[in-house]
C-alpha cells in the first residue's frame, strides 16, 4: 500500500482516510434511521481489510460518539490504525488549560494514549489566542500524547501565523483540513495550497466528492433524488447538475478506461495533486471499499490535466 506522510516528518499513513462525521451524528446524517452501530463496524472493517487505516474524526462529530465507535472498533483489531481528532474553540475555552482537558476527554473515548494528529478545527478562536492555543498544542507534543498537529480550515495567512508559532517551539504544522474538490477549488485560487507546500504542510481534503455529486448518481436526466439536506441545496437543483455535467461526463469516460468508478477518479485526482490526502465519509462496509478503489492506481498527467481544465469554474 502507498503511504505519504504527515507533514514534514510526521507519521506516515494511507494517502486516503475515512472521515467519520456521520458516525454517530443524528442532526446532519440521520443515525439511528437507516443505519447504526453494525454498518459503522463493517465499514471500519471493511476500510481497514482494504489496507486503508487512517480515520478523522472530532469531539463534536456525534457529541462524541464517532471517538467512542472508533475506540470500540479498534479493540476489536490487532492491526495498527491512525487516528486524525480536533479540538474545537468553543466560546468557554479560554485557557491553554482547556487543550489539555479535551485531549484527556478525546483520548478517553478513543481508548488510546495518543493520536497520529490533533487538528484545531476553525481558525475562529473567541477568546482563546492563536498563540496560547498553539503553545498548549505544542505542550502536548512534548508530552506524546499527540504527534502532530493540525489546523483546520485555515486561510493562508492564518495558517502562516500558527505555523510561526509552532515553529518558535521546535514543532512543525503538519496540516490543514480544508474543502477541496474538483467542484470546490478555492483553496487554489486563494493561495492555500501554494502556501502549504512552501511551509510544508499536507492538505487533508474534506468533502472531496462535493456531498456525493462528482458520483455520477445524481443527474439532470434522471438518477437519485436528492434526500435531506442535499434537497435545499442549489448544486443538487436540475440547473445546478446541469452545470456539473462535463465534470461527471469526463469522471465517466475515465472511470471507464481504468474500470473504476467516478468518485474513484475524482479521489484519484486529489491525490494526485501530491501532498493532499482525500477524506470521503464511509456510513457502510460498501462506501469504504468504494473509497479504497481510489488506491493501487493513478491517473495519467494527460488525464490530471483534462480534469483540471473542465473544473477551472469552481476555482473561484
Request: glycine share 10%; charged share 20%.
Given at each position: ?108 473515548r478513543l481508548q488510546v494514549e495518543r493520536v497520529a494528529l490533533y487538528q484545531v478545527h476553525w481558525p475562529f478562536t473567541f477568546f482563546l489566542s492563536q ?157 469504504a471499499q468504494q473509497n479504497a478503489g481510489a488506491l493501487g492506481w493513478r491517473l495519467t498527467s494527460d488525464e490530471v490535466a483534462q480534469l483540471e481544465e ?7
Open positions: 500500500m502507498e503511504t505519504i506522510t504527515l507533514g514534514q516528518n510526521g507519521p506516515t499513513v494511507t494517502p486516503l482516510c475515512i472521515g467519520t462525521w456521520a458516525w454517530g451524528d443524528k442532526l446532519f446524517w440521520s443515525y439511528g434511521n437507516d443505519y447504526g452501530p453494525e454498518q459503522l463496524q463493517a465499514a471500519f472493517t471493511a476500510a481497514i481489510d482494504a489496507g486503508v487505516n487512517f480515520f478523522d474524526t472530532a469531539e463534536v462529530y456525534g457529541l462524541g460518539l464517532s471517538e467512542q465507535f472508533l475506540g470500540q472498533f479498534m479493540q476489536k483489531t490487532d492491526k495498527p490504525v491512525q487516528i486524525a481528532t480536533k479540538f474545537g474553540p468553543l466560546p468557554w475555552r479560554f485557557q491553554g488549560q482547556s487543550v489539555a482537558d479535551a485531549l484527556t476527554d478525546s483520548l478517553k498563540e496560547t492555543l498553539m503553545n498548549a498544542l505544542a505542550d502536548e507534543v512534548q508530552r506524546g500524547r499527540i504527534e502532530t498537529i493540525g489546523v483546520s480550515n485555515y486561510s493562508a495567512q492564518q495558517m502562516r501565523e500558527a505555523h510561526q508559532i509552532l515553529a518558535a517551539r521546535g514543532v512543525p504544522l503538519a496540516v490543514n483540513q480544508v474543502r477541496y474538490s474538483l467542484l470546490t477549488r478555492q483553496i487554489e485560487s486563494k493561495g492555500i495550497c501554494d502556501t502549504a507546500r512552501e511551509l510544508g504542510v499536507t492538505i487533508l481534503a474534506y468533502s472531496p466528492l462535493a456531498q456525493g455529486l462528482l458520483t455520477g448518481k445524481y443527474t439532470a436526466s434522471g438518477g437519485e433524488t436528492p434526500s435531506g439536506a442535499r434537497r435545499l441545496d442549489s448544486r443538487f437543483s436540475k440547473e445546478g447538475l446541469q452545470k456539473i455535467e462535463p465534470v461527471i461526463s469526463l469522471l465517466r469516460q475515465l472511470g471507464e478506461k481504468h474500470g473504476h468508478t467516478p468518485a474513484q477518479v475524482a479521489l484519484n485526482w486529489l491525490i494526485a495533486q501530491g501532498n493532499v490526502i482525500p477524506i470521503p465519509g464511509a456510513k457502510t462496509a460498501q462506501q473542465v473544473s477551472r469554474p469552481w476555482l473561484k
